[in-house]
């Protein structure tokens, strides 16, 4: 078991994500920062899926009530474990009654906690994952409050691995897919949407991120259009001229032009910008957006090959 002490800004159960009934207008949910996800399991030789803890920004104090192993990864958010110093992309053992403790950090926004085993809780349509807007899923399907006990199975045995996993770098110019409505908006909009510098709006979730910048009065619009089918990565632009950006807990239909989409790779970029960080976007083709999904993928493989020799 974990007893949450101190549950921070947000924390909250999460495997990759609830997959199938965007139509039923249930999202995705599941960890924001995939990679990251993924990485802090394989660490542990748990399946890709096992369900973690994300936490946003810190200030979050857990206990543990069992012996188990944990692997961090994601932002810095200055761990610490009974005073002494973690850091994302290793794995620790952890003894019963020692205490995990999250400060903050400027590196990112958000934290994985893997456990080995995964993180215990029922399933809902096939997913772990928390779905903060529909109640469902992790616990109780709400984020985690001071006092509340998650389930964890312990694990005694001697633990070996000593290798560590370094994190995708991060791009502060995120690469995109035209949207369907791109040639809807004018040249003046489009020009200004390519060359502009935007800031992350604070007023930003796990529903969406919202971008300032200063062409706003270039990229307003008075397009009304019907509601179509929307995505995490799709980019909406309302009338007053600055941009959102869905990511996993955003609805699943939208009347807003999209003028662009994120690419499968840069999406995760998204979980770890804090206000104020400054993004550019460029357009690529299909082929540049393969490439750079393959070049993720072959990392996220040379770590399993790595880690191999520890669990055979």
């Known amino acids: 078991m974990i007893k949450v002490i101190k549950s921070g800004i947000q924390l909250t159960i999460q495997d990759l994500g609830r997959v199938g009934f965007r ?19 394989r660490l542990l030789n748990n399946t890709d899926n096992a369900a973690v803890l994300e936490l946003t920004v810190g200030l979050c104090e857990l206990q543990f009530q069992c012996d188990t192993v944990i692997a961090l990864h994601g932002a810095d958010l200055k761990a610490t474990l009974d005073g002494h110093p973690l850091y994302p992309g290793w794995s620790y053992p952890i003894k019963a009654m020692q205490t995990l403790k999250f400060a903050t950090g400027r590196g990112g926004s958000r934290a994985y906690i893997a456990v080995k085993g ?49 994190t995708p ?19 003046e909009c489009i020009n200004a949407f390519c060359d502009t510098a935007f800031t992350i709006n604070p007023n930003s979730n796990r529903m969406g991120v919202r971008l300032d910048h200063k062409n706003a009065d270039i990229m307003q619009h008075t397009l009304s259009l019907p509601s179509v089918a929307v995505a995490p990565g799709s980019i909406q632009l309302p009338p007053d001229g600055n ?10 239909t939208g009347g807003y032009p999209l003028i662009a989409h994120v690419i499968e790779a840069d999406l995760h970029q998204f979980a770890q910008f804090r206000t104020a960080d400054p993004i550019t976007f460029e357009f690529v083709s299909l082929e540049q957006a393969n490439a750079a999904k393959n070049k993720l993928d072959a990392h996220l493989a040379q770590l399993k090959l790595s880690l191999s020799r520890y669990w055979d």
């Open 23 to 41: 139509h039923l207008g249930l999202s995705r949910s599941g960890s924001l920062d995939t990679y990251a996800h993924i990485i802090a399991n």
């Open 118 to 166: 995964g993180i215990e809780c029922p399933e809902v349509m096939g997913s772990k994952s928390t779905d903060l807007g529909a109640a469902i899923g992790g616990f109780n399907g709400r984020a985690l409050q001071s006092g509340d006990v998650v389930a964890i199975s312990p694990y005694t045995k001697p633990w070996l691995c000593n290798k560590g996993a370094l």
């Open 169 to 187: 770098p991060k791009r502060n110019i995120i690469r995109l897919h035209v949207g369907p409505h791109y040639e809807l908006l004018t040249p």
């Open 243 to 252: 941009p959102i950006v869905l990511l996993n807990d955003g609805q699943t």
